[in-house]
């Protein structure tokens, strides 16, 4: 249930511009649910430039892997040794940059979904990170982003902060008809004119006025946020149960994100990004440059988890990338643009402590054009699943085109 | 209170308005300023101008539109098509103190050392003090200078320089054929990229600008291609010797994809491997030392490639790549992606079709000459169409140059990297787009909640004179308005700082601002205050709509 604070704050507020229908912001126009949303709020992680799967959730068990990779492969997990890939089920293991992860995968809250991506076949960065955020495989057309949508179909909520990208734009994925928000900082959230209201006042009447375009719906929203922010105190909440965020993008965002959970201000939907994935030169195995990635991914995923202790059951994360990389190392002790790659999911529901997915094989004849591991789960069977399970969101119109072909993952209980 | 901050604002212009007279009466050619309305035919070239002027620079200075009139419109744009024709000394001037920008790479290497990592652990052991650190090694002797210099150097260049379209083009070419600044070696490369590969060829022709930016040291390494080699490349010598090398795509693909044919040009797999097998050998001489172009034809494939069709024997050697180049560089669809993307640029974010088939036509026919192209968008009826009028959203970093050079603003370098943070903090930090897309050319990107409160809050700052390094002079905007009449006052403001594009409702809101209590708080005597209504003023309609507009 959302907190009741949530829609008090918020009058409060958000004063007469609640009454002005005419200027209302996009936010408040969907009323084809009467329901309250049910406090549920999705998390998704980006990880831009085609995270190593195989690096990230290692098939130690799969005989294909073995002398692919001579600089870059990681040595089979070993029990007592540091320092050495963490078994996971026998067959899998995690990177061992990802040890912070472990204790949820103990505890069932992390899910690996494996060989999972696109059924579209391109490695450009560009067009298959267009496809996953509007969810559209090969059709660039597409207006609006997947997790646009998937707002789109829930209850009405009267909070700006239905849906939140933190960083200096709005991804693909949460562009439509919504009014998401975008922001790089909680704290700097504000018009900052000092004591002096009447800039704010000023900027607040230049949007809310007008025609009805991209420029003045944000502005609306804006304004309406900034209030509701500043009322809700979200900056000031500090990180709870011992929460220790890595310094860098990802680990800003997460705790940015936990703050506005913990602020009750209605999200439902967050994004957050992080780059650095394209390992084309000088990977690393154990050690190295996409270890140092892991270390700040794992890092981050796992200080979130904990900082909102038990409001992680009503929470779920789920991590992604546009592609995989190829399971041979490429010249220069590097990967080049593959296929299929692993997902995370974790948090509240999710039946962890198990790899999804058909495992394709890594002998020659099982990889997908000769060269990557090959897609046995279409990104849009996971997303579907935890849109419609976690979020309650209807399956239909999430990923228009799409039909599943395979059986849902189960991965919720 | 009303009367009030209304006098205010008028003893401002007023005292403006002498100052201009006593200059010579600059204004007094004004359209606002005669008797007589303008004719319709005058307004409509009037409006023609100030878009040509949104358009083609970083916006328009207090009295560019002026300045325009008097050479011509289409004069005006030869001029601009024909940079070097420009004196410009008055930038160059401002960037003398950027001291790496004309630095060769070598001397940028030799002077601008990484760390020792040595000095990291000795801190770490508490052999060294941070203090003792600085002063071995100061922060203006470290790499990371370099790029602070460029990022300087641009912003001066957008806000100062007579040579706007060479600057538009500048960034529209970078952004193009993007590098990371941050990318390992790059950060010793990427000054030397702009000035040796972007800059010469940004009016030149577009198979030169591939040419260029193929075998520059900053897109061999940003791209991984200085690494790539023949599959079987063993290497012979160095501490790496023995070593198995092999292939890397990452050049020839966004080759493709980024740089020429466009990601649906008609390329496959097989022509990315096929294009990165002709590039092997193409790399850098002694990357920490002379970051200089070589090839090396050990690590060079010598068989046969065939690209999108085109057969290309083996044994080329070196000429493998140029070759590759010719073939992608005629290649109709990269007529069609380059032609895209400039409309996109000058016209809209979703370019008519018609018009970018005209300007494909003019790269087949002309090879690619870029003042050619911009010839046909500029004369175009889709350019100075009825719906193309503001149809653009600036980017953060051309907001922030607009917005200085309508308010008059003077910088000086240190000014330029002041600015470049803005830029950054709307979203645009300049050179380090990490993707090889670079930044997007298109509104949704830019257009929301953070970025838009970062822009007026950009707009407050500056407007009162609150931004470090940059000062404004705002009496020259509402010089020559009646001072009678607060309504005339506002309208010389928006005329100056948005044209005849502000609607309605913005300038009814700020109309509306006159009234308010806190812009009357002051009184007339105190005259730097009552320069703070009309700062307040302007910084209102930089963050309005309108000026998010070009």
Known sequence: ?413 | MRAKGALALLALAAQAGCSEAGRGGATAARPGMTDAAPSSAARAADRQIAHTLNRLTYGARPGDPERVRAVGLSAWIERQLRPQTIDDSATEHLLAELTTLRMPIAELLREYPRPDPKLREMIAGGTMTRAEMQERYPADKRPARIAADLQAAKVVRAVTSERQLEEVMVDFWFNHFNVFANKGDVRWYVSAYEREAIRPHALGTFPDLVRATARHPAMLYYLDNWVSARHDFVIPAGPNRGRKTGLNENYARELMELHTLGVDGGYTQRDVTEVARAFTGWTIDRPRVEGRFSFRPLMHDRGEKVVVGHRIPAGGGQDDGERVIEILTQHPSTARFVATKLVRRFVSDTPPPALVEAVAATYTGTGGDIPAMLRVIFASREFHGADAGLAKIKKPFEFVASAVRALGGRIDAQGGLALARASAEIGEPLYLAQPPTGYSDRAEVWVNAGALLARMNFGLALATGRYPHVTVDLAPLVAGSDPRSPADVLDRLLANIVGDQAGPSTRAVLAAQLADPQITRLSMDDRGPANTDVAKLAALVIGSPEFQRR
């Open chain 1, 1 to 413: 249930m959302a907190d009741p604070r949530t829609r008090r704050t918020f009058l409060k507020a958000g004063g007469c511009a609640l009454v002005a229908y005419a200027a209302a912001p996009r936010f408040l126009l969907r009323t084809a649910h009467a329901a309250q949303a049910n406090g549920k709020v999705l998390v998704a992680v980006f990880q831009r430039g085609a995270v190593d799967g195989l690096s990230m959730v290692m098939p130690y068990g799969e005989a294909g892997y073995v002398g692919r990779r001579p600089s870059i492969g990681l040595q089979p997990p070993k029990r007592g040794e540091a320092d050495r890939a963490i078994d996971l089920d026998g067959f899998f293991a995690l990177h061992p940059a990802l040890a912070p992860l472990v204790p949820l995968w103990e505890n069932r809250a992390l899910a690996v979904i494996h060989a999972c991506g696109s059924p579209d076949t391109t490695r450009s960065h560009f067009d298959a990170q267009d496809y996953m955020e509007t969810g559209t495989p090969g059709v660039k057309s597409t207006p609006d982003g997947w997790l646009a949508r998937t707002v789109k179909t829930r209850p009405a909520n009267q909070t700006p902060f239905r849906a939140v990208a933190m960083g200096p734009a709005l991804p693909r994925t949460l562009q439509g008809d919504v009014g998401a928000i975008s922001m790089q900082s909680i704290e700097r959230f504000d018009v900052r004119a000092g004591s002096d209201g009447s800039a704010r006042q000023g900027f607040e009447s230049l949007y809310e006025q007008g025609v009805r375009d991209l420029l003045h719906g944000t502005g609306r929203e804006t304004f309406e946020a900034v209030k509701m922010l500043r009322s809700a105190n979200a900056s000031r909440i500090p990180p709870a149960n011992g929460a220790d965020y890595p310094r860098g993008q990802l680990g800003e965002a997460l705790r940015q994100i936990a703050q506005l959970i913990k602020a009750s201000v209605g999200l439902e939907v967050a994004f957050a990004d992080m780059q650095g994935w394209d390992t084309h030169v000088g990977q690393g195995a154990e050690r190295g440059q996409l270890a140092l990635r892991f270390r700040e991914f794992g890092g981050a995923l796992a200080a979130f988890a904990q900082d909102l202790g038990s409001r992680m059951a009503d929470v779920v994360v789920i991590t992604m990338s546009e592609f995989g990389r190829t399971v041979a190392e490429n010249g220069n002790r590097g990967t080049d643009h593959g296929h299929a790659t692993a997902m995370l999911v974790l948090g509240g529901g999710v039946r962890g402590g198990r790899v999804y997915g058909r495992w394709p094989g890594l002998a020659r004849h099982q990889l997908f054009e000769g060269r990557d591991l090959a897609v046995t789960t279409d990104f849009r069977t996971l997303f579907t699943e935890v849109a419609t399970r976690h979020l309650g969101a209807p399956a239909a119109p999430l990923f228009p085109g799409f039909r599943a072909t395979q059986p849902s993952l189960g991965l919720f209980a």
